[in-house]
C-alpha cells in the first residue's frame, strides 16, 4: 500500500490541510493499491498565493532562460519515464506500449515548448505599433485520469514557456503518476512558487481555481460538462480559458478503400488508449453496399484484439479505470441493445477469466446516428458501426454531432480522402493513418472544446498581446508612461 500524504507549494512537499483520504485502484486487480491525502479550498488558496508571488519575477526571466528551465525539466521528467510508464500500467492499467508513449510525451512536452519558443516572436512590429506577447498571469492547470502525466507536463510546460506560473491540480485517481511527475519536476530547481501542485477533488480544488481572482488562465482537459462548468466559474473573472474535452470521432470508410487494411485501421482509431481516448474513433461509416462485408472484418478483426493484463506485450485492451467507469460502458451497451442497434461482436460483462475492470469489446451494427451510442462518449471500445449511401451522406453523418475533436478518412486515394477531410467539422483530420505531429494545433470544433494546445497556439494561449503606440525616441525621452515601459526588464 502507498501512502501519497503530501502536496507541493512554493517548492517544497507540505502536508496539506484537507484531510480526506482517496483510495487508489489497481484497476487490472480491481485491488486498492494506495490511498492519497486530498487538499482542500484552502489548499488551493495557498497555492494560488504562492504562484501570485512568483509571478512577476518569473514573468520577466528572458526566453534563454526559459529554455534553459525547459531542457531541465525535460532532462528530470526522461530521467524517470521508466518510472512514469510503471505507475500508469499500476494505477490506471494502461497496456505496456501506451504507457512508454504516454511517459514519453510527458519528457518530450518540455523539448516541444523549448524549441517553439525558441522561434515564436515574443516581439512584433506592426503598422506604426510595437506589439509584445506577456505572459497573462498564474494559470490553472487541470488534468484527467486517462492521460494524468503527460497532461501536467504538456500544460506546465507552455505555461512557463509563455513565462507563466502555475498551480495544477492533477486527478485524484492519478496520485502515483503525479508523484513520479512532482518528485522530477522538484528536481529540476525551479524558483519557489513557479508551479505548484495540489492533490484535490474536482468540485473542491478544481472549482476554486476555476473561481478565483488571482487565477488568470484556466486549461483544462476532461469532460464537456466539467469544462462549461469551469467556463460559467469563469467568467465572473473574466478568465482566459482553454478547454481540451470530449469526442465522438468518425471514421470514414470511403466507397474505394481496402477495407483489409481500411477496418485494422479504424479499430485502432476506436480502441485507442483502451477506448478511454477523447480522440478515439467511435463511429465507423461505412457504404451501405459494403456493410456486410465490414461487419464481417470487424468481427474477426476485433475478436483477435488482445484484452487483459497490461504488461503483456501483446495486450491492446486494459481494464476500464474504475468500477464506475465499467459499469457506464456496460450500461451503453444496454441502451445500445435497447435502442434496436445489433451486436456484431462483444457485448455485456467481462471477458472469460478476467477479474478487473475489463470489458469486452464490441461493436454495434445497425446503428443510426440518432441512437444515444452513436452521440454520446462512452469511453470504452465500444464502436458504432454506421452505413452511409453517398459521400455527401457520410460527411453529413460525420458533422451530425455537438463534438468535432478529429476524424480520419480511408480511401485508396489520397486526394479523394483529402478533399472529405477537408469538409469535416474538427479540429484534426487524419487521412489514411493515425498520423501525430506534436507542435501542431490540437483541440477541438463545437463542443469539443476552446481553443488549442501545442506548438505556437499552444503557446499563444498563455500569452496576451500588448500593443505600445508612440515613437521610441518619445519613449526614451519625457512620455513618463512610455519612458516606464520601455526601462522595464523585459521577458523577450
Ligand atoms: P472529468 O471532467 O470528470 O475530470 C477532469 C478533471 O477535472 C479532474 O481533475 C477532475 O477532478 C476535475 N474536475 C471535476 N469537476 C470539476 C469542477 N467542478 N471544477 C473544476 N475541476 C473539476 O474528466 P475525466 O473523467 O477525468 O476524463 C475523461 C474526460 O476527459 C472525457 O470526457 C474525455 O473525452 C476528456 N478528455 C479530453 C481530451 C482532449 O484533449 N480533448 C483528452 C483527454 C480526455
Given amino acids: 500500500m502507498r501512502s501519497i500524504d503530501t502536496i507541493y507549494i512554493d517548492g517544497s512537499f507540505v502536508t496539506p490541510r484537507g484531510e480526506e483520504r482517496f483510495d487508489l485502484f489497481n484497476p487490472s486487480t480491481s485491488r486498492v493499491i494506495g490511498q492519497v491525502r486530498l487538499g482542500n479550498a484552502q489548499d488551493a488558496g495557498l497555492a494560488i498565493a504562492a504562484a501570485r508571488r512568483a509571478f512577476p519575477s518569473f514573468s520577466r526571466t528572458r526566453k534563454a532562460d526559459r529554455i534553459t528551465l525547459l531542457r531541465r525539466l525535460h532532462e528530470a521528467v526522461a530521467a524517470r519515464t521508466d518510472r ?87 486527478s485524484e485517481m492519478s ?96 480502441f485507442i488508449n483502451s477506448g478511454q481516448a477523447c480522440l478515439a474513433g467511435t463511429r465507423i461509416l461505412v457504404p451501405e453496399s459494403r ?101 455527401e451522406d457520410a460527411i453529413t453523418i460525420a458533422n451530425d454531432t455537438v463534438y468535432g475533436l478529429q476524424a480520419c478518412v480511408i480511401s485508396k486515394d489520397d486526394e479523394r480522402a483529402r478533399a472529405v477531410a477537408s469538409r469535416i467539422a474538427a479540429g484534426r483530420v487524419l487521412v489514411n493513418g493515425l498520423h501525430h505531429e506534436p507542435l501542431a494545433p490540437f483541440g477541438g470544433f463545437k463542443q469539443s472544446g476552446i481553443g488549442r494546445e501545442h506548438g505556437p497556439y499552444g503557446l499563444e494561449a498563455y500569452l496576451e498581446p500588448k500593443t505600445l503606440l508612440g515613437s521610441r525616441e518619445v519613449a526614451q525621452g519625457n512620455d513618463p508612461y512610455l519612458a516606464s515601459a520601455a526601462a522595464a526588464p523585459s521577458n523577450r
Fill in 84 to 170: 512514469i510508464a510503471e505507475t500508469m500500467i499500476e494505477e490506471y492499467g494502461a497496456p505496456v506500449s501506451r504507457a512508454a508513449w504516454a511517459a514519453g510525451y510527458a519528457a518530450q512536452s518540455f523539448l516541444d515548448a523549448a524549441s517553439t519558443l525558441e522561434t515564436y516572436p515574443l516581439e512584433r512590429r506592426i503598422g506604426s505599433a510595437d506589439v509584445v506577447l506577456e505572459p497573462v498571469g498564474v494559470a490553472g492547470l487541470i488534468t484527467p485520469w486517462n492521460a494524468n502525466a503527460g497532461f501536467i507536463c504538456n500544460k506546465l510546460a507552455f505555461a512557463l514557456a509563455a513565462g507563466c506560473t502555475a498551480v495544477i491540480k492533477p
Fill in 175 to 270: 496520485a502515483l503518476q503525479t508523484q513520479v511527475v512532482a518528485e522530477a519536476l522538484h528536481e529540476a530547481g525551479l524558483p519557489d512558487g513557479v508551479f505548484n501542485i495540489v492533490n484535490g477533488r474536482g468540485d473542491v480544488v478544481g472549482a476554486e481555481l476555476a473561481r478565483h481572482p488571482d487565477i488568470a488562465k484556466i486549461s483544462f482537459t476532461g469532460s464537456t460538462a466539467v469544462g462549461k462548468s469551469i467556463m460559467r466559474a469563469g467568467a465572473e473573472t473574466l478568465k482566459r480559458i482553454t478547454l481540451e474535452l470530449g469526442g465522438k470521432s468518425p471514421t470514414l470508410i470511403l466507397e474505394d478503400a481496402d477495407l483489409d487494411t481500411a477496418i485494422p485501421l479504424a479499430v485502432r482509431a476506436g
Fill in 291 to 391: 456493410k456486410r462485408e465490414a461487419e464481417e472484418r470487424l468481427r474477426t478483426t476485433v475478436e483477435a484484439v488482445k484484452v487483459g493484463d497490461p504488461r503483456n506485450p501483446e495486450t491492446a485492451i486494459g481494464p476500464m479505470v474504475s468500477l464506475k467507469q465499467w459499469e457506464r460502458v456496460q450500461r451503453y451497451i444496454r441502451v445500445g441493445l435497447e435502442e434496436g442497434a445489433r451486436i456484431v461482436v462483444g457485448g455485456e460483462g467481462k471477458p472469460d477469466g478476467l477479474e478487473g475492470y475489463f470489458v469486452r469489446p464490441t461493436v454495434f451494427s445497425d446503428v443510426q446516428n440518432h441512437m444515444t451510442i452513436a452521440r454520446e462518449e462512452i469511453f470504452g471500445p465500444v464502436l458504432s458501426l454506421i452505413t452511409y449511401k453517398d459521400e
